[in-house]
């Protein structure tokens, strides 16, 4: 039973930051590829960033140069350090899991967490 736990949201005023965190618990495989989505009212949910076993991240284009994707493979646990934020960040935040990193799309993840809101003023 995979667990994904997040935390570290909260409200902000804009230029602030703030870092989430999630802890993954209970696979029973490999999950190489850790994500971070967000999803705001009205909207669908998007990528933000994601992550390999090797280090390696992607951004999306909304996000790059302020949000900093990172991984502990000792505490099985991710991290999205955000800067510089803006209230379009506005969104719950949600962290999932998935063998691969060949897609961003939140469709190819199968594993989520409950999410994290985090409000930008």
């Known amino acids: 039973h995979v667990q994904l736990v997040e935390s570290g949201g909260g409200s902000v005023q804009a230029g602030g930051s703030l870092r989430l965190s999630c802890a993954i618990s209970?696979?029973?495989?490999?999950?190489?590829?850790m994500g971070w989505f967000r999803q705001a009212p009205g909207k669908e949910r998007e990528g933000v960033a994601v992550?390999?076993?090797?280090?390696?991240?992607v951004y999306a284009d909304s996000v790059k140069g302020r949000f900093t994707i990172s991984k502990d493979n000792a505490k099985n646990t991710v991290y999205l350090q955000m800067n510089s934020l803006k209230a379009e960040d506005t969104a719950m935040y949600y962290c999932?899991?998935?063998?691969?990193?060949?897609?961003?799309?939140?469709?190819?993840?199968?594993?989520w967490g409950q999410g994290t809101q985090v409000t930008v003023s």
């Open positions: 992550i390999d076993s090797d280090g390696n991240a």
């Open positions: 209970g696979y029973t495989y490999r999950a190489d590829c």
């Open positions: 999932a899991t998935r063998r691969y990193c060949t897609s961003m799309s939140p469709a190819a993840f199968g594993y």
